[in-house]
């Protein structure tokens, strides 16, 4: 058990919880005007977000509980191999300000369903809000939501989880409330307390392995010594493990597997994370598309830095945990890492990284639930509900949407009910997440690239997507075996076989593909829902052209060195 936050610590985490408090109320009366009660305002902020406050949203939005617990385990697990989930994520960004984003705006798309009720019809749409409102409350929301109080619960003293719970899903509601343009703001705050919070804490948790060592307080020092002393934790590829391999080196290849997962599914993981999910495309859909693009450049450029804040603690926790300097890791799992890198730091620093977990849950909470509401309300409540609905009604609909969707998710992780510490927090949300990606994905780029898609064909590939996903996570095994041309299944710490989940969303999406193609070109010859694509709408400013440019220096820098 960790020692209790000391007085000092309480004052630094105060101050920021007032800091962020009173930037959002002041955001929110500066902002209300005669379209405060718009329901484009309240869920898309209306155009008023500018470049750095929807890059810095995104981030804020993305970077949560599963990053800094989660992928700080992974990183304790399996080493830097865990940083392409960012890695691959800063390229998929490029992707989607070049490619994603001019057919959204320039379609006038507000919504994820709305694209697909304007491409496909309202049946494809209806069944993708629904798939989506499910993900998002029972896997993200969930997962946020347990990781971050088990993180702070640590800090704590291990006795709070259920009060810190409900009080992480209080402050998120306070957020929520002021609609996206108090979100999208407050974020910015949010973003420079993690960033430079989460920097502080890994130059310090550096300092303690020099120290530990003999070498005195130096980070630079305590970076040399975690690369000499444990090396296959400083490797991007995992090989295929050999029948016989130890469990470890099973378990990291089924999280991780190999060249595989780059030929395929960290990509069908990513596109559909950034470019067809609602909780991060809608900071971007109410601004023009030069600050959208910028924004989600921004975005891309700090995602390149996230692994040091969230992933290098893990290892640091680790190459302490092998020297005995660690002698215990909290509540026994690789997710307790990050939190038992905490408990080396002074009074006062406490409080900071205390803030630095706030800053991300928080952030992520509001945002998933204003996009929850926004689905529900724009999508659902407007379209089938109540087609009369006022502006003004849809706004308080979306608050109740919030409320209730935090109620549901303090519900189910109150005893971990979807098991989430069993399958290890990071792990969790992107194996549930990817039974419904192939679908989507799919529906996506066939729907914005190729007219002779059809509606019919959206549906089935979005099922079928479904459906295979469930297949090779569940039965591929009992009928193939756990050998075959398709993958190879590996026994897991349980002793069953499985498939690694990243080569299971391969086969999906393929599969998905091929039927939606064979599907369209059974169907009609013109598809007259398609929507406006021209080659003009991709064509980029010199600014852009620059970012690009430096992510991708940055990206191949990184490669290079660790590959």
């Not at 960790?2 to 630094?12: E, F, P």
């Not at 309240?42 to 155009?47: I, K, V, Y």
């Not at 998905?512 to 010859?525: D, E, K, N, Q, W």
Request: with cysteine; hydrophobic share 55%; charged share 10%.
């Amino acid at each position: 058990m960790l020692n209790h936050i000391s007085i000092g610590d309480l004052i630094v985490f105060f101050v920021y919880f007032l800091l962020v408090s009173v930037y959002g109320y002041m955001v929110y009366r500066r902002k209300q005007t005669e379209t405060n009660s718009s329901s484009h305002s309240f869920f898309l902020a209306e155009g008023t977000l500018t470049w750095w406050a929807i890059g810095a949203s995104i981030i804020a939005s993305n970077i949560s509980a599963e990053q800094f617990i989660g992928m700080s385990g992974d990183g304790f697990f399996a080493g830097i191999a865990v940083a392409v989930y960012e890695w691959v994520g800063a390229a998929a960004l490029i992707i989607v300000a070049v490619f994603f984003m001019p057919v959204y705006i320039k379609n006038k798309i507000y919504t994820m369903p709305q694209f697909l009720k304007t491409r496909y019809n309202s049946g494809v749409a209806l069944v993708m809000s629904i798939f989506w409102l499910f993900l998002y409350v029972f896997v993200n929301l969930t997962a946020i939501l347990y990781l971050g109080a088990l993180a702070i619960n640590s800090l704590l003293g291990g006795q709070y989880l259920h009060e810190i719970m409900i009080g992480l899903a209080i402050f998120g509601v306070i957020i929520a409330l002021g609609g996206m343009q108090v979100v999208g703001y407050t974020d910015v705050v949010q973003v420079a307390v993690l960033i430079i919070g989460g920097l502080a804490i890994t130059y310090l948790s550096l300092t303690i392995v020099s120290d530990k060592f003999g070498f005195g307080q130096n980070a630079l020092t305590g970076l040399k010594l975690i690369l000499k002393d444990s090396p296959d934790h400083f490797h991007l590829i995992f090989k295929k493990p050999a029948h016989g391999s130890s469990v470890e080196t099973i378990s990291k290849y089924l999280i991780l597997p190999g060249f595989a997962m780059y030929a395929g599914g960290q990509w069908i993981s990513n596109l559909n994370y950034w470019g067809c999910n609602q909780y991060i495309t809608q900071r971007a859909l109410g601004a023009n598309l030069h600050t959208a693009r910028t924004g989600i450049l921004f975005a891309s450029l700090l995602k390149i830095l996230m692994p040091v804040i969230v992933m290098l603690p893990g290892i640091v926790a680790f190459v302490l945990y092998k020297h005995g300097h660690l002698p215990m890791l909290i509540n026994g799992s690789k997710d307790g890492a990050y939190s038992a890198i905490l408990s080396f730091l002074p009074s006062g620093l406490k409080g900071l990284s205390l803030a630095v977990l706030t800053a991300a849950i928080v952030a992520s909470i509001a945002g998933k639930v204003n996009s929850i509401a926004t689905i529900f309300t724009l999508d659902v409540y407007k379209n089938y509900m109540s087609t009369k609905a006022t502006e003004r009604n849809m706004v308080w609909v979306g608050r109740i949407a919030i409320v209730c969707s935090l109620v549901i998710a303090v519900a189910f992780t109150w005893n971990d009910m979807l098991g989430i510490s069993g399958e290890g927090g990071y792990t969790f949300v992107q194996k549930y997440s990817s039974f419904v990606s192939p679908g989507v994905l799919a529906t996506f780029l066939l729907g914005m690239f190729w007219k002779r898609t059809t509606g019919e064909a959206a549906i089935v590939g979005i099922l079928t997507g479904f459906a295979a996903s469930v297949f090779f996570n569940q039965f591929a095994v009992k009928v193939f075996g756990p050998e075959t041309w398709l993958y190879s299944a590996f026994p897991n710490a349980s002793g069953q076989f499985e498939i690694p989940f990243f080569i299971s969303l391969s086969w999906s999406f393929l599969i998905t593909f091929i039927v939606m193609v064979t599907m369209s070109l059974a169907g009609p010859l013109i598809n007259a829902k398609a929507i406006y694509v021209d080659k003009g709408m991709f064509k980029l400013k010199a600014s852009s052209i620059v970012l690009i440019a430096v992510i991708l220096l940055f990206l191949s820098a990184i490669y290079v060195r660790f590959w």
